[in-house]
Each structure stands twice: as C-alpha cells, then as structure tokens.
C-alpha cells in the first residue's frame, strides 16, 4: 500500500547516507528506491606507516622485545649470526585500515637496516669470493597465512646502516592480483621479513657475513583509495 509517495513500512530514506554527490533524476530516484546512496572514495597520499612488530607467525602475539627495541632508529634488533624471521602489520594509525579499497598507486616496502659483506680473495689469491647479507619478504594474510612471495632483498653494502627501497611496487604488483593487494592494504600489510646470513667458499678461500641488523620497516604509497564505511 502506497501512501505519501512512498510504501507504508518501508523507510525511503538511504540506508548509507555518509556519502554526498550529484546525480541526475533517474541515477538519484534509483538510490532512493533502493535506500542506499553510492559511497564517494576518500584518498590519502604520502603514506609512510611503520609496522608494528609481531612476534609470532599468527600475528596474534606482539613482540614486545623487538618493539622497545624499534622505538627510535638509534636502536636495532638483531638475534645472532644464524638467519631470523620477524612478523609485523600495521594495526593502528591509518584511517584505510579495515575498509575496502578501491584503489592504490606505486606501493613500496623501505626498510632501515645495517648491512654486511665480505671478500675473501684476491687477483694475487684467487678465487674472489664475496658473501652478503639479504632478506626475503613475504605478503601475508591476517591469520599468518602466505599470500605471496614479494622477492630477495639482496645487500651488498659493507656495514652501513641505510635507509632504502627494499620492494619497489613492480615487485608487490607482479607478486599479487589487484584484489589481493586491496586485502592486504586492508588487513594493514600482513608481512614476514627472513633476514639471512651468508657463508661462500671457493678455492679455500671462505667469505662469511652475520645477519642484518634491522631498524625500521614500513610500508609507503603515493596514494590509498578507501571507501569510508
């Protein structure tokens, strides 16, 4: 039964009224009818978030003892000469965290760690043989679960602590469907992060470098598009 225009019972009135825009006659009776208004994207840009540290493959338990050690860049966490995994997302502190996103640009993974390399050899003492610490990244789910591998970041800057791009967004795209990347953005970049030492031996000659030492890892985009409920 009709009654003022509309059906008794049932409310006209847009279930999601948040968003705000301009529609023509047909577009706007439309969402009326339906009693739900399309919602309009909210873009952030510049986005530099560092990841909270996790010290479990479930992301469920954070590690407290990395975290106090990752308070500021002047310090660092390393857990001796043999290869490490350290676990992280972003679970606070960004207002795309949890919603859907539609849309993204030229994602990045930078990191801050200090770097080792040896050479064992020479050209009077061949064979040359160059070891090098490196640290291999994979995407993760929120419950822990591999999503992708995002590739080897391979160091061969003799002990310096820097600052670099350790996955570019070719790396993330090329490893990861568009969707899967949105749900990734979304569940705050569930990430594992090995990092590995290195031993080379040729001829007798043995090169030998310890694991990085790791100061900050975060995640960086030109732009994150988000619907805002």
């Known amino acids: 039964m009709r009654g003022n225009g509309g059906i008794i019972g049932k409310s006209n009135i847009p279930a999601d009224n948040v968003a ?20 309009i994207p909210v873009t952030v840009t510049s986005v530099s978030q560092e990841y909270n540290w996790y010290g479990d493959l479930t992301l469920t338990t954070e590690d407290t003892a990395v975290t106090s050690a990752m308070i500021n860049a002047s310090t660092s966490s390393n ?28 994602l990045s993974i930078e ?21 090098t610490t490196s640290v291999t990244y994979r995407a993760l789910d929120n419950t822990g679960t591999t999503v992708a591998d995002l590739g080897i970041d391979t160091h061969s800057i003799t002990q310096i602590a820097t600052t670099r791009t350790a996955r570019v967004n070719a790396d ?14 979304s569940q705050g970049c569930p990430l594992r992060h090995q ?33 805002p409920t």
């Open 20 to 39: 705000s825009g301009v529609w023509g006659l047909r577009e706007a009776t439309s969402y009326r009818r339906s009693g739900s208004w399309p919602q």
């Open 79 to 106: 857990y001796g000469i043999n290869e490490y995994k350290l676990y992280s997302y972003i679970d606070t502190g960004e207002p795309w965290l949890g919603k859907t996103i539609t849309a993204f640009s030229n």
């Open 111 to 131: 990191t801050k760690v200090n770097t080792y390399r040896d050479v064992a050899g020479t050209i009077f003492t061949p064979p040359v043989v160059i070891a």
């Open 172 to 185: 993330i795209t090329g490893a990861m469907t568009d969707a899967q990347i949105k749900t990734w953005l």
């Open 195 to 227: 990092y590995l030492d290195d031993d080379e031996s040729d001829g007798g000659n043995t090169a030998s470098v310890d694991t990085p030492d790791v100061y900050i890892v975060r995640i960086k985009a030109d732009s994150i598009t988000y619907l």
